[in-house]
């Protein structure tokens, strides 16, 4: 019955809620604390663990952009978690692989391409070969074991929530839990006429007054406001970006004129809406509207249907969205008058 499924609802709400959850209080401690000087029984390597052949090569990197983070949510040293890692690998595994790379068939059989497995200071591979595989995944099972054995350290002058954040690192990019390919759009049907034409040493310096035309202005009449992207096509490349910005109406050529005449066109910018290079002096105003963030891209960066998108996409600022009661789809691609819906602006990425 409905009360039955109700209570089943909620038993699994709370279930749900205590997943990835430590259960013990957080214990307040600074960041910059000296770590633990002295290991614990639990933390004793295995005699059967402890000769030189036998000990596992995490690399340069994963102890300190790996292992490291890891440590200072509970408090531990790099070398603790390293050694937590290497239990998990020979005692709970029972593996004695991960010093040579022969040990992996496919380093032997020569499958992986060049540079396939290459991973530097916390980044993804993108492929796992078997050293990086073990050490990841030894690293994750090491986290369960302190998150149900110890508790995690929070500095009290940071609101953030450490192991949360540490463990997002290793999440999906979207923190509503969508892929990057749910928000990639397909391929823009319209191409350049250039695209058709044969290839000539002159065609760099052909730029026209009629392509800023077409590249403000879609075939189907929209007009690009904001955005970058490039077109290709055999030895030839065109890259494009695209910013606008609100600036007072009597002071436009003034500015015109500046952005024209400065000496380093790194000076100065069209601004987004949170951006520092804003103007609001004695009359001369230029404000951005379009706030366009960026995100560090998590477990998600290497799949090939994300296509290297970046997310979030653009938006239009709080404020414009109030003054023209905009709203918008789930993905931001569409904008349209609240009631309305009809389309004023669009998104693609």
């Not at 749910?182 to 695209?195: C, T």
């Not at 065109?238 to 005449?261: N, T």
């Amino acid at each position: 019955d409905v009360g039955f499924l109700e209570s089943q609802a909620d038993d699994l709400r709370e279930r749900l809620s205590v997943i990835n959850v430590s259960k013990f209080p957080p214990v307040e401690s600074k960041s910059y604390q000296p770590f633990e000087s002295e290991k614990s029984d639990n933390e004793e390597i295995d005699a059967d663990a402890e000769g030189d052949e036998d000990r596992f090569y995490f690399g340069i990197d994963i102890g300190p952009y790996w292992f490291a983070p890891l440590g200072r949510c509970f408090a531990m040293s790099q070398a603790s978690i390293e050694r937590e890692a290497l239990r998990v690998i020979r005692n709970d595994w029972k593996l004695s692989a991960g010093n040579r790379w022969d040990e992996d068939e496919r380093h032997r059989r020569k499958i992986f391409r060049d540079r396939e497995t290459w991973h530097s200071h916390g980044s993804y591979p993108r492929v796992d070969d078997l050293h990086f595989y073990l050490s990841y995944h030894a690293m994750m099972v090491v986290a369960g074991k302190l998150l149900e054995t110890k508790p995690v350290h929070h500095d009290p002058d940071d609101s953030e929530d450490e192991f949360h954040n540490w463990l997002y690192r290793h999440d999906l990019t979207r923190r509503d839990g969508g892929w990057l390919a749910d928000r990639r759009d397909p391929i823009p049907l319209e191409r350049p006429a250039w695209k058709d034409e044969a290839e000539n040493d002159e065609w760099r310096w052909s730029l026209a007054r009629s392509d800023f035309d077409r590249i403000l202005l879609a075939s189907d009449g929209r007009m690009n406001l904001w955005g970058h992207w490039t077109w290709s096509s055999g030895h030839r490349e065109e890259s494009i970006h695209v910013a606008s910005a609100l600036v007072s109406s009597d002071r436009s050529m003034a500015l015109l004129r500046a952005l024209q005449s400065v000496d380093n066109p790194h000076d100065y910018r069209i601004p987004d809406a949170n951006d520092d290079l804003q103007i609001d002096f004695e009359g001369f105003q230029l404000k951005g509207w379009i706030v366009d963030r960026y995100c560090d891209r998590g477990l998600d960066e290497q799949d090939p249907w994300a296509g290297a998108i970046t997310y979030p996409s653009p938006v239009p600022a709080a404020y414009i969205t109030d003054i023209m009661n905009l709203t918008s789809d789930t993905e931001h691609r569409r904008w349209f008058v609240q009631g309305d819906h009809v389309d004023v602006a669009w998104a693609q990425v």
